[in-house]
């Protein structure tokens, strides 16, 4: 069961609040690798440069690895924190659509759970 079933955390907002986000490595992989991914996708059909998508993997995977360790996303689910919780699970999910599309492209199944 998870703690949004169990009532300790309040479902997820339908909004993303992405002014919520403080963190460098939350603009770092916000400017650097998720606005820049369409773009990228569209340089690799146009330019036939299928290697750039698992560079720009590699790259947001470091990134993402630094924020991390760093960051605790799931916090005391405290009322004053739960904005930036929702805010940095979005975020987080977002980061998960651009690998699970990457995969795709490249013929490769993406992992359910670890």
């Known amino acids: 069961m998870s703690r949004v079933e169990q009532g300790i955390y309040p479902p997820l907002s339908s909004v993303f609040n992405y002014t919520l986000l403080k963190e460098e490595e939350e603009w ?43 960051v605790k996303v ?8 739960i904005p930036i919780i929702h805010s940095r699970i979005q975020f987080l999910q977002e980061i998960q659509k651009v690998f699970q599309s990457s995969l795709y492209i490249l013929g490769l199944q993406h992992l359910d759970k670890m």
């Open 28 to 70: 770092e992989i916000c400017f650097v690798y998720l606005l820049p991914y369409p773009d990228l996708l569209e340089e690799v059909v146009q330019q036939h440069t299928v290697h750039r998508i698992p560079l720009h993997l590699i790259g947001l995977s470091k990134c993402l690895s630094r924020y991390y360790s760093r």
């Open 74 to 81: 799931l916090k005391d689910p405290l009322p004053q924190l």
